[in-house]
Protein backbone atom coordinates (compact mmCIF):
# COMPACT_ATOMS: atom_id res chain seq x y z
CA UNK A 1 0.00 0.00 0.00
CA UNK A 2 1.36 3.45 -0.59
CA UNK A 3 -0.48 6.65 0.96
CA UNK A 4 -0.46 9.38 -0.98
CA UNK A 5 -1.08 13.66 0.86
CA UNK A 6 -2.84 15.93 -0.68
CA UNK A 7 -1.58 19.42 0.35
CA UNK A 8 -3.42 22.03 -1.14
CA UNK A 9 -2.94 26.15 -0.25
CA UNK A 10 -6.11 28.33 0.89
CA UNK A 11 -6.16 31.93 1.94
CA UNK A 12 -7.63 33.02 5.00
CA UNK A 13 -8.64 36.49 5.43
CA UNK A 14 -10.24 37.94 8.68
CA UNK A 15 -12.10 40.87 7.74
CA UNK A 16 -13.45 42.09 4.20
CA UNK A 17 -11.50 44.68 4.28
CA UNK A 18 -8.00 42.70 3.79
CA UNK A 19 -9.33 41.25 0.55
CA UNK A 20 -8.62 42.93 -3.08
CA UNK A 21 -11.23 45.54 -3.80
CA UNK A 22 -12.62 43.58 -6.66
CA UNK A 23 -13.06 40.97 -4.32
CA UNK A 24 -14.59 42.61 -1.71
CA UNK A 25 -17.38 43.96 -4.54
CA UNK A 26 -18.04 40.28 -5.49
CA UNK A 27 -18.55 39.53 -2.40
CA UNK A 28 -21.17 42.16 -1.51
CA UNK A 29 -22.86 41.23 -4.85
CA UNK A 30 -22.82 37.61 -3.87
CA UNK A 31 -24.21 38.61 -0.38
CA UNK A 32 -26.94 40.66 -1.74
CA UNK A 33 -28.03 37.97 -3.63
CA UNK A 34 -28.36 36.04 -1.31
CA UNK A 35 -30.67 38.16 0.74
CA UNK A 36 -32.84 37.90 -2.54
CA UNK A 37 -32.88 33.77 -2.68
CA UNK A 38 -36.13 31.72 -2.95
CA UNK A 39 -35.76 29.28 0.22
CA UNK A 40 -39.09 29.23 2.12
CA UNK A 41 -38.06 25.84 2.87
CA UNK A 42 -34.83 25.43 4.33
CA UNK A 43 -34.22 29.04 5.13
CA UNK A 44 -30.52 29.19 3.83
CA UNK A 45 -30.04 31.42 1.32
CA UNK A 46 -26.80 31.66 -0.58
CA UNK A 47 -25.50 34.09 -3.42
CA UNK A 48 -23.36 33.97 -5.75
CA UNK A 49 -21.73 36.53 -7.88
CA UNK A 50 -19.66 35.60 -10.85
CA UNK A 51 -16.76 37.73 -12.53
CA UNK A 52 -16.00 37.51 -16.41
CA UNK A 53 -12.98 38.06 -18.03
CA UNK A 54 -14.62 41.05 -19.99
CA UNK A 55 -15.13 42.30 -16.43
CA UNK A 56 -19.28 41.91 -16.44
CA UNK A 57 -19.94 40.60 -13.31
CA UNK A 58 -23.44 38.51 -13.09
CA UNK A 59 -25.54 37.76 -9.95
CA UNK A 60 -27.67 34.39 -8.90
CA UNK A 61 -28.91 32.60 -5.65
CA UNK A 62 -30.46 29.58 -4.56
CA UNK A 63 -34.46 28.92 -5.62
CA UNK A 64 -35.84 26.42 -3.83
CA UNK A 65 -39.19 24.34 -4.70
CA UNK A 66 -41.23 21.87 -2.37
CA UNK A 67 -40.18 19.64 -5.27
CA UNK A 68 -36.49 19.66 -3.81
CA UNK A 69 -34.65 18.52 -7.14
CA UNK A 70 -36.54 20.81 -9.04
CA UNK A 71 -34.11 23.92 -7.05
CA UNK A 72 -31.09 24.89 -8.17
CA UNK A 73 -27.83 25.93 -6.28
CA UNK A 74 -26.69 29.91 -6.37
CA UNK A 75 -23.65 29.14 -8.15
CA UNK A 76 -25.16 27.38 -10.87
CA UNK A 77 -27.53 30.00 -10.98
CA UNK A 78 -25.28 32.40 -11.68
CA UNK A 79 -22.41 30.24 -13.68
CA UNK A 80 -25.44 29.36 -16.32
CA UNK A 81 -26.74 32.25 -16.57
CA UNK A 82 -23.65 33.90 -17.48
CA UNK A 83 -22.80 31.37 -19.80
CA UNK A 84 -26.29 32.03 -21.89
CA UNK A 85 -25.75 36.01 -21.72
CA UNK A 86 -21.74 35.82 -22.39
CA UNK A 87 -20.81 32.78 -24.43
CA UNK A 88 -17.27 31.62 -24.63
CA UNK A 89 -16.48 34.60 -22.05
CA UNK A 90 -14.05 32.90 -19.07
CA UNK A 91 -14.77 32.89 -15.51
CA UNK A 92 -12.30 34.56 -13.82
CA UNK A 93 -13.86 34.48 -9.88
CA UNK A 94 -16.74 33.77 -8.30
CA UNK A 95 -17.76 34.39 -4.75
CA UNK A 96 -20.13 32.45 -2.68
CA UNK A 97 -22.02 33.83 0.45
CA UNK A 98 -24.96 32.23 2.90
CA UNK A 99 -27.23 33.40 5.04
CA UNK A 100 -28.71 30.62 7.15
CA UNK A 101 -31.81 31.03 10.13
CA UNK A 102 -29.23 30.34 12.78
CA UNK A 103 -27.27 33.60 13.85
CA UNK A 104 -24.41 31.93 15.72
CA UNK A 105 -23.45 30.07 12.43
CA UNK A 106 -19.82 30.87 11.42
CA UNK A 107 -19.36 28.68 8.82
CA UNK A 108 -18.26 29.63 5.33
CA UNK A 109 -19.83 28.99 2.08
CA UNK A 110 -19.71 25.63 0.66
CA UNK A 111 -20.42 24.78 -2.80
CA UNK A 112 -22.42 21.54 -2.86
CA UNK A 113 -20.75 18.68 -5.52
CA UNK A 114 -22.75 19.52 -8.44
CA UNK A 115 -21.82 23.31 -7.81
CA UNK A 116 -17.83 22.02 -7.83
CA UNK A 117 -18.17 19.53 -11.03
CA UNK A 118 -19.86 22.67 -12.98
CA UNK A 119 -17.49 25.04 -11.68
CA UNK A 120 -15.16 22.52 -12.88
CA UNK A 121 -16.47 22.33 -16.53
CA UNK A 122 -16.15 26.30 -16.74
CA UNK A 123 -12.45 25.97 -15.74
CA UNK A 124 -11.53 23.70 -18.29
CA UNK A 125 -13.43 25.63 -20.53
CA UNK A 126 -11.47 28.78 -20.12
CA UNK A 127 -8.11 26.96 -19.54
CA UNK A 128 -7.32 28.88 -16.37
CA UNK A 129 -8.17 28.68 -12.55
CA UNK A 130 -11.04 29.98 -11.04
CA UNK A 131 -10.74 32.40 -7.94
CA UNK A 132 -13.28 30.95 -5.73
CA UNK A 133 -14.12 32.89 -2.78
CA UNK A 134 -15.70 31.54 0.48
CA UNK A 135 -17.42 33.66 2.22
CA UNK A 136 -18.47 33.45 6.00
CA UNK A 137 -19.11 35.50 8.96
CA UNK A 138 -15.76 34.95 10.80
CA UNK A 139 -13.84 34.29 8.27
CA UNK A 140 -13.53 34.35 3.90
CA UNK A 141 -11.35 31.92 2.47
CA UNK A 142 -10.00 32.42 -1.12
CA UNK A 143 -8.80 29.35 -3.11
CA UNK A 144 -7.24 29.16 -6.80
CA UNK A 145 -8.78 26.85 -8.56
CA UNK A 146 -11.41 23.91 -8.10
CA UNK A 147 -9.12 20.61 -7.89
CA UNK A 148 -8.62 22.51 -4.56
CA UNK A 149 -12.32 21.94 -3.55
CA UNK A 150 -12.62 18.68 -5.94
CA UNK A 151 -9.55 16.74 -5.62
CA UNK A 152 -9.95 13.65 -8.11
CA UNK A 153 -12.54 14.77 -10.17
CA UNK A 154 -14.47 13.80 -13.31
CA UNK A 155 -12.87 15.19 -16.65
CA UNK A 156 -14.42 15.28 -19.46
CA UNK A 157 -11.38 12.77 -20.84
CA UNK A 158 -13.19 10.85 -18.49
CA UNK A 159 -15.62 9.89 -21.08
CA UNK A 160 -14.31 7.61 -23.59
CA UNK A 161 -16.22 6.27 -26.15
CA UNK A 162 -16.74 2.75 -26.48
Known sequence: MKEIYLNYRVKS???????????????????????????????????????????????????????????????????????SRYPNIAVQSIAVSTISNDPSSTEIAKPCGSCRQVMAEYEDLSGSPIEIILDGSSAITVVNGIDTLLPFRFKKEDLRKQ
Not at 25 to 42: D, F, G, H, Q
Not at 54 to 78: D, F
Open 13 to 83: YETLAELPELSQKLILLAREAAMRAYSPYSGYRVGAAVLLANGEVISGNNQENAAYPSGLCAERTALFYAS
